[in-house]
Structure formats: C-alpha cells, structure tokens
C-alpha cells in the first residue's frame, strides 16, 4: 500500500523496522530478540508470503533469510499453492536445493568439528569424553557430539549449539565455539548464494 499510494516515508519506516528481523550480518542475527515472520505479530503470516512480499517490493537485503525462513517449514510448505503463498518456480527450485545443500554442509561440520577438533579424554565424568580409552568408546562419543550438531527437528542450522548434559562446561566452551565458526563461515557467509540469491555484498 505504501508503494501503491506513494507514501515513501512511511515506506521507508517499515522497510527499517524489518532491518533487525531479517539480518544480514551474522553479528546482528545473534543478538536479534525477533527473527523472520514473528516481527509481524499475530496472526503470524506464511513465511512463503513474506518472501513474495519482499521479491514483489524488491526488498533485496531480506530476502536471503526470508528465503531461509521459508525453506525451514519443509519441501509441502514451500510448494503451498493457495493465493499469496505459491512462490515463482526457479525460487522454489533454488530454495529446495539450497536447504539440502545447508544440510549437507553442516553435516561435515559436525565431522570437523567432533574428529579434527583433536578432542581429548575429559578428567570430567559428567562429559561424554571422559573414559575414551578405547576406539570404540571415543567412536561412540565422538558420534553422540556429531548428531547434536546435525540432529535438529525444525531443521534449523543456524541456532546456538546445544549439548545438554552431553559435555562439561570446558568441552562444551570448545565444541559450541568451533560450531559457531562453522555456522558463520559454512551456512551465513554462503546463505545468499546456497538460496540462489545475490550476494551479501551490495545489500547490507
């Protein structure tokens, strides 16, 4: 309506505000307290709706994590064919095989970062790598840190890492900051182009 009507300093206000739930700088999505489609209140709109928004007002800076958003609700979801929701067909395409390839990228992570980490027995007996002496029992350990890296049920690559009582404090510290570099480099730096979009440069 603000394009429509011409109004271009209400506009602009919106287009500001959606700065801090659509980051694009890794920094700001870590601190970020509302992400995606939440900032929209409720009823909370379809994620497929907010990305054709966004292509429709060109609205470039948010599109790489409004893409991301869309591609966490799964292949039935994407392809939502009802008025509003069904997005462009190379979109989709790109988006589809850009959350396989996140996946897949994350999933060497968690090798990297559970087998080079070059982890060692934990003096901890609460830590998963306390008592490795065997290849089997650091093989079983190393595999339980790896499917905490990968296994999430929404999908999402991107949310701090999560141990539980997997680990000591000290073993966590090391495995959640090695997750983190892998997060920023593998996933964030790439989003753009892993969702068939235009770079980061240029739209920050």
Known sequence: MTTKY?????????????????PTKWEDFET??????????????????ILNLFLEQKIKFALPFAAYRAGLCGPSS???DKPGRALPRLTLVSIIHGMGEIRRAMTHAAHGVAY???????PQMTCVLYSINTTEQRAEALKKISDAIVKRSDGDMLPPLSLGNLSCAGCAKLLKNAHRDCQKQLVWARLPSLLGLEGWEGIS
């Open 78 to 80: 994407l392809s939502d």
């Open 32 to 49: 970020a307290k509302v992400l995606g489609e939440d900032t929209f209140g409720s009823p909370k709109p379809h994620p497929n709706a």
């Open 6 to 22: 011409a109004l271009s300093i209400v506009r602009e206000g919106l287009v500001e505000d959606l700065k801090a739930a659509y």
């Open 116 to 122: 080079v980490e070059n982890l060692g027995i934990c």
